[in-house]
């Protein structure tokens, strides 16, 4: 974390205006030296956070897939063709990979620790079907912005929620 940071503060002062993207393997299938996985609140990191806020260097993160992409591949799963074209996809494997709901706590404590952090969530962090739980993210983390690329489908569903939702988030 000291080396990422400092590696941080040195592309800053070169001209760098943020970071990003940080990748979804990140939290997914990045491991540590002792071949654990590197959890997205891994303490180890708090001084690459700790520099970003400081510097007021925004971090643009990836954190995970589609819930469904975490879900059993069933005719109950709406992304099952998709899943079943593209298996590479799939993130089911418990033993390999945490479930959806572990990198959202990951992230959410990574938020909470680092609310001096200018975080921006790729995809509305995969919250576009819940757009009430996105919300209290955002009334609780004053620096926590998001993006609409690749989920603009989900907002069809709920339109008029959607509406007041970027008319208060905007």
């Known amino acids: 974390g000291k080396r990422i940071a400092a590696q941080l503060e040195a592309d800053v002062r070169a001209g760098a205006a943020g970071v990003g993207e940080i990748g979804k393997g990140f939290g997914l299938s990045i491991r540590k ?7 997205l609140d891994d303490p180890e990191l708090a001084p690459v956070w700790e520099s970003a806020a400081r510097l007021k260097t925004p971090i643009f993160i990836h954190v995970a897939d589609p819930s469904e992409f975490f879900a059993p591949l069933d005719y109950q799963n709406e992304r099952w063709l998709e899943l079943a074209l593209y298996p590479g996809r799939r993130y089911q494997d418990r033993a390999r990979f945490p479930s959806f709901e572990e990198l959202m706590a990951e992230r959410d404590r990574l938020l909470a620790r680092h609310p001096k952090t200018i975080w921006v969530l790729a995809h509305l962090g995969w919250h576009a079907n819940d757009l009430a739980r996105l919300g209290r993210m955002f009334d609780s983390l004053p620096n926590l912005y998001s993006e609409v690329g690749a989920i603009l489908y989900d907002l069809g569903r709920p339109p ?4 007041e939702f970027f008319l208060k988030y905007q």
Request: aromatic share 0%; hydrophobic share 35%.
């Open 33 to 39: 030296a002792d071949g654990t996985r590197l959890q």
């Open 160 to 163: 008029r929620a959607a509406r």
